[in-house]
């Protein structure tokens, strides 16, 4: 502090400040002192999604193409049943590409061996083969879906048909008149084979405690096609 030639006290002296670029700018408007910073946005996720897979028309392409495709699916089907494995991880995904051709020709083609074994009234046995194994296997089908099994109708009726074949087999040996016990025999293990390749089937349909309900009606049913082979032969 200075004094003048009175000896009174001058004013102080004024000090000067430098403020910073930073606190000269101004806030953009309007202004809140308690605005949030700005959060930047999210970065966009872009999902690829694959092409749409394009089925031909079916409606369209050769007869033979269609005949060729039918026929591969019952041979792929009919190895399941030829060679059956219970212990497969997924039965149900055997017969996942079911079709009716092939049942219905081998309930035909059956009907059709037992009625040329028959010594008399061939139509009348073919008529009771076939309504037999047609309301057999719809009546099959109801038990195992009023049981809870977690099938499809027609496949179910795909599935009881196609496992009819090693019937067949048998129905075509019994044509040759052999000896009686080795007509049975033979009928007996195709009997069998028809189980063991419709057991893991229905078995993985249902809940394991129903087991025995839905299979033992598909059993009583081989076991009286099996005596029919026996009886018309």
């Known amino acids: 502090m200075e004094r003048d030639e009175e000896g009174r006290a ?8 430098r403020s910073s670029p930073k606190s000269q700018q101004t806030p953009p ?6 605005a949030a910073s700005p959060t930047p946005s999210p970065t966009p996720v872009v999902v690829v999604l694959p092409p749409p897979r394009l089925v031909a028309p079916t409606l369209t392409e050769p007869v033979s193409d269609t005949v060729k495709r039918d026929l591969w699916r019952i041979v792929s089907n009919l190895k399941v049943v030829l060679f059956p494995n219970p212990h497969r991880e997924d039965p149900g995904k055997a017969l996942r590409d079911w079709d009716l051709w092939g049942p219905f020709f081998f309930v035909i083609f059956l ?3 037992l009625s040329w074994s028959a010594s ?9 083969s076939f309504a037999m194994l047609g309301i057999g296997a ?8 009023l049981l809870g099994g977690k099938i499809i109708f027609f496949q179910s009726l795909s599935l009881v048909g196609y496992c009819l074949f090693p019937l067949e087999i048998g129905a075509l040996i019994c044509l040759f008149r052999g000896h009686f016990i080795a007509r049975m025999v033979v009928v007996f293990l195709t009997m069998f084979w028809s189980s063991w390749a419709a057991y893991p089937f229905i078995s993985s349909a249902v809940n394991h405690k129903r087991k025995a309900l839905a299979i033992y009606p598909l059993l009583l049913m081989y076991v ?10």
């Open 224 to 233: 009286s096609v099996a005596f029919l082979i026996i009886a018309t032969g």
């Open 10 to 17: 001058g004013p102080p002296p004024a000090v000067t400040t």
């Open 138 to 145: 719809i009546v099959l089908t109801l038990n195992v879906l």
């Open 111 to 113: 009907g059709l061996t």
């Open 29 to 34: 408007f309007p202004y809140s002192s308690n």
């Open 120 to 128: 008399i009234r061939k139509s009348e046995v073919f008529a009771v």
